[in-house]
């Protein structure tokens, strides 16, 4: 090894004047006093090379103006004579762990003078800087008070001081300052050490690993990096409802006991499906000055499983709320956001957590119903609060199954609907979603039981908004299949989109896709068709009745005539020309009605109430009922 030592940078061993001025030193230019030596203690082996000054290094220098020497067991080293000048002397080799001697100048100026010196090496040391540092990040931790101790692996000792002042105790715990660093009150020797952490700062997990380090002299100040993770949280979410738990039955609906009664029953269990966004309701920061999540980003979505539970990823420790974005199926959307917090849970635990407890409204339905009667001024019929003595079934149009297996079957009754004064009933049974239907199960003794069923179908909100957006579907199938034909039944226009809105609910609630506008037009046609059978069937069998007296009911080769296809409006407007002129006003409200008009159309078209068209048409059918001599109307008949 070679040196290339500027001779007037080298000090020489003359000794200067003593100044005893403090210097301040920078932290830059701290120096650790082990890498300068103190002539003491004899070393074996080291080596020196001597080499004339002014020629600037021992290679450049000429061979008897230089020299090697090697210390002997005792420490001794002689070297050849040399000229006069100027010498540098340079250590090359030494023991391991002990600092060499730096250079320094002998002047030879006498002959025969020996010039003797002891070299003291002393144990290379470093400073030693802990410093606290995110794991993530790598940022320092700007926190006070997180404890260190260092190990000596050598002793297995740990390193510690005593002080005397004011009372004698002995430190082994060091602890850092407020930007998250500190310093060892005094250098480490050369050898192998190890950092353990034994307390860390809020947020963050204690992690008792030890960080081993060397110090080997090439450092001044050895830097020892600590490096833990930030604590986090899992937030879970509980879900709960009322479900359709189970089915009941009971005997006695009726006032003969006769109708076995359905009655559905609800719990509250945990309810899958529920999806959720949880959003940060503040700036969410780590003791390291990271920003985690700004106020309101949506840190996770989650959705709930078949226990009514889901638990969020992990998070960072902050305040959070939980904000419902999908219910689950048949259920209220819960719009109040749920505030919750991950505190700091202790240097000890890796993962904390907290729960969010979300409670939603099943949905309902209110199911009223209101009747309206024929009324009959000559005899005394509709104005007798007959109303009272009707009632309505409310029966499922198709299974119900609840959560337990046991199911309300189609068809199965759950309540009766009585009337007040005014013809309007509320079903009181809490429904479950499903489809439902309407029928007379009593009625007075004046009027015939009618077996028309009312349709409707409870189905969940999103079903409805789909349906709502393609409500303008009935419209068009009504229009394309039905309108026009001109014989509805019973049906007013009114009626039709009602049985076509059921098609569409239907469609909604059992969509997998595809092309929904053609899917639904097929459905709603299927409701419409099945609705339109069983009203013509019944209406041709009415006003047929009606008019039978007046018409031959076989023509002369012995066939049937349709009720459907005869030209009933040719065989009323016969019958009017003798009939008074309330009855008249009848027979023309029937001829609306076959046409399709409903009763308070023809009210508008007649200056009259809904009502008032419906008594004209019971006296008009009264007057044909009560005329058998009129039976050639519409020239039918011999």
Not at 279 to 297: F, H, Q, V
């Amino acid at each position: 090894m070679s040196g290339n030592t500027d001779a007037e940078s080298v000090p020489e061993t003359e000794p200067d004047a003593d100044t005893h001025v403090p210097v301040p030193v920078p932290p830059e230019d701290i120096e650790a006093s082990g890498k300068e030596g103190v002539i003491e203690q004899p070393e074996e082996g080291a080596k020196f090379q001597i080499y004339l000054a002014s020629a600037g290094s021992y290679d450049a220098a000429r061979e008897d103006e230089r020299d090697i020497l090697t210390t002997d067991a005792d420490g001794f080293a002689v070297s050849k004579d040399l000229p006069y000048g100027r010498y540098v002397v340079h250590q090359t080799e030494g023991m391991e762990g002990q600092a060499f001697i730096p250079d320094f100048i002998v002047y030879i100026r006498t002959d025969d003078q020996t010039y003797s010196y002891i070299l003291d090496n002393t144990t290379q040391s470093s400073f030693i800087r802990v410093e606290k540092h995110d794991a993530e990040t790598g940022k320092i931790i700007p926190a006070a008070g997180v404890g260190f101790q260092v190990r000596d692996l050598s002793t297995g000792d740990l390193i510690a001081e005593t002080i005397y002042y004011p009372t004698p105790v002995t430190i082994d715990t060091f602890f850092t300052n407020e930007e998250g660093w500190l310093m060892l009150p005094y250098e480490l020797s050369y050898g192998q050490y190890e950092l353990i952490e034994v307390e860390t700062c809020y947020g963050y997990v204690l992690d008792s690993n030890p960080v081993p380090f060397t110090v080997d002299g090439t450092q001044d100040v050895v830097v020892v990096e600590k490096h833990n993770m930030p604590q986090k949280g899992k937030i879970v979410v509980a879900k709960t409802g009322e479900v359709f738990a189970s089915v009941t039955t009971s005997d006695g609906a009726d006032k003969d006991g006769a109708d076995l009664l359905y009655q559905p029953v609800y719990e509250i269990r945990g309810m899958e499906g529920a999806t959720y966004e949880i959003r940060a309701a503040e700036d969410i920061y780590t003791p390291d000055g990271t920003l985690r999540a700004a106020k309101g980003d949506v840190v996770d979505t989650v959705t709930t499983g078949s226990g009514g539970a889901v638990s969020s990823k992990e998070l960072y420790l902050g305040k959070y709320e939980v904000v419902e974005t999908k219910a689950p199926y048949g259920m209220v959307l819960n719009p109040n956001p749920q505030q919750v917090e991950l505190v700091y849970a202790g240097q000890e635990v890796d993962l904390t957590e907290t729960a969010a407890g979300v409670y939603n409204e099943r949905q309902k339905v209110e199911l009223s119903l209101e009747k309206t009667l024929e009324l009959s001024e000559e005899f005394g019929i509709g104005t007798n609060n007959e109303l009272a003595n009707i009632t309505f079934g409310l029966y499922a149009a198709e299974d119900l199954t609840a959560a337990d297996g046991s199911v309300i079957p189609t068809d199965g009754l759950l309540e009766i609907v009585s009337l007040d004064a005014d013809g309007k009933g509320i079903a009181q049974t809490d429904l479950p979603l499903g489809s439902y239907y309407l029928k007379e199960h009593s009625t007075d003794a004046h009027y015939i039981l009618s077996g028309t069923k009312y349709s409707v179908t409870f189905a969940y909100g999103d079903q409805e908004r789909k349906a709502e957006e393609n409500v303008g579907l009935v419209h068009q199938v009504i229009k394309d299949k039905v309108h026009g034909y001109g014989q509805w039944g019973f049906y007013t226009y009114d009626d039709l989109f009602q049985i076509g809105c059921i098609g569409l609910c239907k469609a909604s609630a059992t969509d997998k896709g595809g092309t929904f506008s053609t899917y639904a037009y097929r459905l709603i046609w299927h409701e419409l068709c099945d609705a339109l059978v069983q009203s013509t069937k019944r209406y041709a069998d009415e006003v047929v009745a009606d008019v039978t007296p007046y018409i031959s009911a076989e023509s002369e080769n012995g066939e049937f005539l349709s009720g459907l296809r005869m030209d009933l409006s040719q065989a009323l407007g016969a019958a009017r020309k003798d009939a008074p002129p309330s009855t008249a006003k009848g027979i023309d409200a029937m001829i609306l009605m076959s046409q399709g008009y409903t009763s308070g159309e023809i009210g508008e078209r007649m200056g009259a109430s809904a009502k008032l068209v419906c008594a004209w048409v019971s006296k008009a059918r009264k007057f044909l009922k009560a005329h058998p001599e009129m039976e050639t109307i519409a020239g039918y008949g011999s």
